[in-house]
């Protein structure tokens, strides 16, 4: 009990700090590498310099049970965090939809994540955001929303649509606050696969 509350708690505050975000318009892009734009994240570096790895367990939307270990199997994963009341969300991801299944799934694979729907979350919130995902076209997975996956990933996160950019040792190594077209998420892709 005292562990579903903790979550509901958990839930509630990050949907109070994304709704925040989302304007309903497009937000301009922007670098976490770049000066002006820096967003912190929780990685911490390690003795060699380099930056812990993420970690969480989570539930797909179709009920899958996935872990971090999802990112060693693409050299670049694309985490797309999204939510349901956000149009600037729901407007790319038709484009996120193709970009899923253009590129070898060793090389690039993407991620979203239904950050206003939590694992525990009725049948109608479910279903919701499954026919957003279906009327879209973002074939790919999305988890959830747990304790898990809000401490390694949205602990930073402001603003929806947030994008990710992961190795395949689960290091974050861009994050881009915004929606952008489908070939500015292509050129992104394409220069980290080069």
């Not at 975000?21 to 976490?32: A, D, S």
């Not at 729901?90 to 060793?106: F, K, N, R, V, W």
């Not at 809000?150 to 649509?161: H, I, N």
Request: glycine letters at 6%.
């Amino acid at each position: 009990m005292r562990t579903h509350c903790k979550t509901r708690l958990l839930s509630c505050i990050l949907f109070a700090v994304l709704l925040s975000g989302c304007t309903g318009k497009e937000q301009t892009p922007q670098n976490r590498d770049s000066e002006s734009n820096t967003q912190p994240t929780d990685q911490t570096e390690t003795d060699d310099g380099s930056l812990d790895a993420v970690s969480f367990e989570a539930r797909t939307l179709d009920g899958t049970s996935v872990s971090a270990d999802l990112f060693s199997q693409s050299r670049i994963t694309m985490v797309n965090v999204w939510a349901t009341y956000c149009g600037p969300c729901l407007s790319e991801m038709p484009g996120l939809g193709e970009l899923a299944g253009a590129y070898d799934p060793d090389d690039f694979q993407l991620i979203g994540i239904v950050s206003d729907v939590t694992e525990d979350a009725g049948e109608n919130a479910l279903q919701y955001a499954s026919d957003l995902v279906s009327e879209t076209g973002a074939d790919y997975p999305h988890l959830l929303l747990n304790e898990s996956v809000s401490l390694a990933l949205l602990t930073d996160v402001s603003a929806v649509p947030t994008t990710f950019f992961i190795n395949q040792d689960g290091q974050i190594l861009d994050t881009v606050i915004g929606a952008m077209d489908k070939s500015a998420w292509e050129e992104k892709i394409d220069a980290f696969l080069e």
